[in-house]
C-alpha cells in the first residue's frame, strides 16, 4: 500500500485538519505544546488542587515522561517505528491486550497502577496507541487520572480512525451493558497515520467499514458505494481510503461540533448501535466484533424504518454480506433477550426504545419504539437474511 499523508486535527472546533507525514510529528507537536519537556525540579501533586498541584501556586511544571498505552498487536507489529518515534527516556510503556474484554474494571485499574507507578503530574500527556479497544481504555484513563490528562490519539484500525477516536466518548463495559461507564473527554490531537492499515487484517477493515456505511445512511449516501470499494483489497486505493477518512472525520466532527454531549442530533452516530450494541452483550463480547455487530443492528434498524414507511433499503449492506464473517446462528432463537437487552441502552428514556431510522438515505431521525413485536421481527428478518 502507498503511503499516505497522516491527517493531524489540531483544532477540532473548527474541524481542521492540517497533513503530517509520520508518527514523529505526533511527538513534535506534543513538544511543541511544552508537554514533554522536562521539570526543573519535581513538583509534588496535589490532585486536589484546582490550579495545578505546584506546591508555589504557580504554573504546572512540564511532565517529564508521557504514559503511551499501546494494543499489544500493534505494538508487535509496528514495535520499531513506535519506539523511533517515542525516546525510550521520555515515555513508559503499558501494552493493553487485544480485543473487548480489555475494555474492563479491571483493565482500567492495571491501568491506574501502571500510571501511578511512575512519575505522573497534571499536565503528563497520556498516548493512546491503538484501535477502538485501546482508545476508549485510555481515553477513560486520561479522563480520571488526576482529573483528567491531556490526551493524544493514534488510531490503528480503520473504525478507530473514521469513528472512536473522534468526538472525545471514553469508557469501559458492565456486566450491565457496553460503554456504561464512561466520560465526555476530548483528545488534544488525533493523528492519522495510515501506514498503521498495512497490517490490519481484513476482517478488522470490514468492521471499520461497517461505520462508514453509517456515514452514508445518515449523512453522504456516495459513501454507501465508497465502503463497498473500501471492503475489496483490489479497489482499495490509496486515494479512495484518504477520501473516506477525511469525509467521515468531517461528518462526525461536524456533528459533535454542535452537540457534544448528545443531547440531540448526535444520537444519529448510533444509527444500527441499539440494536448493536445488544447483539455485542448477548455474545459477551466475543465472537462478535463491535463494527459486525453494527453491520446486523444497521439491517434491523432499516427494517423497522421501512415497516414505519420510510424509504430505507438495505441493499448496499446486503451486497457485502459475504465479506462479513458473521455467524449468527447461536442467537436466531435469543430475540426476546435481545429485545430486552436493547431496553438496558443508556440512551433510552422511561420504558420506550430510542432507535435511530432513516426516513431516506443521508436522513435520519430519532424516534421512540414502544412495539416490542417490531423489533422481534426486526431481529428475526435480520437473522433470516444473514444466516
Ligand atoms: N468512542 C467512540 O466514539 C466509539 C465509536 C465506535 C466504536 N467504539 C468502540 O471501539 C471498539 C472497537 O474498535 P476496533 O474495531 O478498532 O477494535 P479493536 O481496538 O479491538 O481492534 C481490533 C483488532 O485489531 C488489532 N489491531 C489494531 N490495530 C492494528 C493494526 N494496525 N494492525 C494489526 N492489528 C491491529 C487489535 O489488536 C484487535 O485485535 C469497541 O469497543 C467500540 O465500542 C467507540
Redesign the pocket.
Known sequence: MLKLPSLIITDRDESRFLLFDDLHLLWDHARGTDLLETADKPAAVDASDPVAGSPDGGAVKPAGQAVLIV????MS??RERITAAFPEDMVRCFEVP???E??SIAMWNRVMDFAFSGPLKRNTPLIAI???????LA?FAAASLMRGLPLFHV??????MV?????????I?HAFG??TIGAFYHPRTVLFDTA??????QR?WI??IS?VLKYGYIADPDLLEDGAALADPATRTPELLQHVIERSVRIKSDVVATDAREAGRRAW?NFGHTFG?AL?ALDNYRNI???EAVYAGMIAALFVSRRLGYEASDESLLQLKGKYRLDLGPYTSRTDELVTLMTHDKKNRDKDIRLVLVSAHGNPLVTSVSDISLLQEAWKYTFDVLT
Open positions: 494494543d499489544e498487536n500493534v507489529a509496528h487485544s480485543g473487548e480489555s475494555k491503538g484501535g477502538g479497544v485501546t482508545g476508549d481515553g488510531p490503528t484500525t480503520l473504525l478507530a469513528d472512536s477516536a473522534i468526538g472525545g466518548k471514553t469508557g463495559n457496553k460503554n498503521f492499515l498495512e497490517t490490519l487484517p478488522e468492521c471499520g461505520e452516530l450494541h455485542e466484533n463491535h463494527g
